[in-house]
């Protein structure tokens, strides 16, 4: 079969392996990790991806997405079935589900997670809204645009507010996914909570369903870790356990 696969670049090095090992053709489209602090922006250019991909004779389209915000909330095909696991962000994909990632929370809430691919792509015009800490680059660059805009004392009170969000963390971790040698962006964090003061550990990872999204393990009927929206069928959010549900097109 002949898959389309769009995904967030976070997780571009598994997605790719995956696609590798896969028995099917598999078509990679990845979009920029910023888009998340936009959900309205991500559904919009998710959706343009569907819509391009529309009597390229593709099988199913698969989303390297969980809900993100309600940012994969109303996506749908006219003519080709849409596949997404069942899970609320990038981290629970990364770690291999819901539960584990509810381990993970229920032990350490305040936690701040990174990995080789996040490291990367790092886009710090959207620096605040990410799923790591905020360079100091960013925030000089930040900090003079507010300047700019509002003057010396406002641009501080701004600062002061905006990143407030530390005190709420005291912990930093890297997930290691294993397909790379990883010990610089390792070390990175490891530097990073340091000066933060947090904790540091590092997870590995579960890649288990990304490579059953692109091995095509969601065709088991008693696979309960994906759903499948058909055509003219829109994804839509249950707000409990099974995260996604059918919706109307």
Known sequence: MRFLCIACETFARPIYFAAAKSAHVIDIQLLERGLHNRPDQLRSSIQSQINSAEGRGYQAILLGY??????????????????????????????????????????????????????????????????????????????????????????????????????????GVFINTGITEQNQFEEEVKRDAKQRGWAFETVIADLILINQLLNGAWVQSD???????PPFKSIDATFDNDIFKCGLA
């Not at 003079?144 to 963390?169: F, H, T």
């Not at 696979?223 to 929206?229: A, E, T």
Request: hydrophobic share 35%; charged share 20%; aromatic share 14%.
């Open 223 to 229: 696979n309960s870790d994906f759903i499948i929206i």
């Open 66 to 171: 969980g809900l993100c915000g309600n940012g994969t909330v109303g996506l749908q095909s006219r003519s080709i079935q849409l596949v997404l696991p069942r899970v609320h962000d990038c981290i629970s994909l990364l770690l291999g589900g819901r539960q584990p990632y509810l381990e993970q929370f229920s032990r350490s809430p305040g936690t701040y997670w990174y990995s080789q691919d996040f490291l990367e792509r790092k886009d710090d015009s959207a620096a605040f809204y990410s799923m790591g800490p905020v360079s100091p680059e960013a925030l000089a660059i930040k900090r003079n645009e507010y300047i700019e805009k509002y003057g010396e004392d406002n641009a501080d009170y701004l600062m002061e507010v905006m990143s407030a969000w530390q005190s709420y963390y005291h912990r």
